[in-house]
Nanobody, 118 residues
């Protein structure tokens, strides 16, 4: 059974930091590209950051320089370090794992709420 379990969300003041974690089980983690997405109320889910199985990263423009995605294959965990948080970062953050074969395997976590407010 595949599980992606996020943790680390919460309430933080503008300018603050949070570190999200996503622990994976039931997959060969090192072979998966991992990503973080977010969905704010009334908006579509958007890609925040991705990291390939080889460690290459990509970010949406709005978080470049503030967020860092990383992975620890020994712990089957992907992280999202979020600094200089803004109210517009408020959303439910979802972990995503993809493996590209002749078809695509894709899994989602249940989400963790991040609220940036004073």
């Amino acid at each position: 059974q595949v599980q992606l379990v996020e943790s680390g969300g919460g309430l933080v003041q503008p300018g603050g930091s949070l570190r999200l974690s996503c622990a994976a089980s039931g997959i060969i983690f090192s072979t998966y590209a991992m990503g973080w997405y977010r969905q704010a109320p009334g908006k579509q889910r958007e890609l925040v950051a991705t990291i390939t199985s080889g460690g290459s990263t990509n970010y949406v423009d709005s978080v470049k320089g503030r967020f860092t995605i990383s992975r620890d294959n020994a712990k089957n965990t992907v992280y999202l370090q979020m600094n200089s948080l803004k109210p517009e970062d408020t959303a439910v953050y979802y972990c995503n794992g993809k493996r590209f074969l002749t078809f695509t395997l894709e899994y989602w976590g249940q989400g963790t709420q991040v609220t940036v407010s004073s």
